[in-house]
């Protein structure tokens, strides 16, 4: 259960540097416009996403995994479900399915990283890079997944595809992939409602004094 947790410095600053943007002019004098409010508050909301998301996977590995780690895998969950189309907490549950956010795992098949990528059957994705490399994993791992998807047509095929299931036993995979993505997105809702609350509760505050 989340107790009492303020938006973070960093999310305060990344949302002052995005209430203007500046376009430098002749003489290296810049000038500044006001960026659109509803834009303003997609970058502030996307901020407080990826505190929750970070803060999730830290608290579904016992915080087995460093703040700095989490903050890696989040960035890059995010660029690519962007880049793909996968709906995060779908990626973020193959990976706590796959490896429970161990880069380094690897098993008998020859699966290799947090979404267990097959090096023998993608290096041309792979292109000779490090594939334990967090952000190397997720997009050679999501690259597989959209293909999946994209050839199968539905999430139950193309987590079969991706699985190395037969789509009548990908039931079990799925499920498991299905909880954990739901938990996630529980836990991301009471993150970013009680974050929003405390940091409104705090602005409050210091305006009274």
Not at 12 to 35: H, R, S, Y
Not at 46 to 63: C, F, G, L, R, V
Not at 85 to 101: N, P, Q
């Amino acid at each position: 259960m989340l107790t009492s947790i303020t938006v973070t410095e960093e999310t305060e600053m990344n949302f002052l540097k995005t209430l203007f943007a500046c376009a430098a002019i002749m003489f290296g004098v810049a000038m500044c416009q006001p960026v659109a409010a509803d834009e303003i508050e997609a970058i502030y909301q996307q901020d407080i996403d990826k505190q929750a998301t970070a803060a999730w996977i830290q608290e579904s590995t016992n915080n087995k995994i460093s703040p700095s780690i989490a903050k890696r895998i989040t960035n890059s969950v995010v660029h690519h479900a962007q880049r793909t189309g996968i709906e995060v907490k779908t990626i973020l549950g193959i990976i706590m399915k796959e490896s429970t956010f161990n880069a380094k795992a690897k098993n008998g098949y020859g699966a290799v990283g947090l979404m267990q990528v097959v090096p023998r059957y993608h290096k041309d994705k792979i292109a000779g890079r490090d594939i334990t490399r967090i952000e190397t994993n997720i997009e050679v791992g999501t690259t597989i997944l959209k293909n999946c998807l994209d050839a199968s047509g539905n999430k139950t095929r193309a987590l079969a595809c991706y699985s190395g299931n037969k789509v009548s036993k990908v039931g079990k995979y799925k499920s498991k992939v299905n909880a954990f993505g739901k938990d996630y997105q529980n836990f991301r809702k009471e993150f970013v409602s009680t974050s929003l609350a405390a940091n409104t509760k705090s602005s409050s505050t210091n305006r009274k004094s």
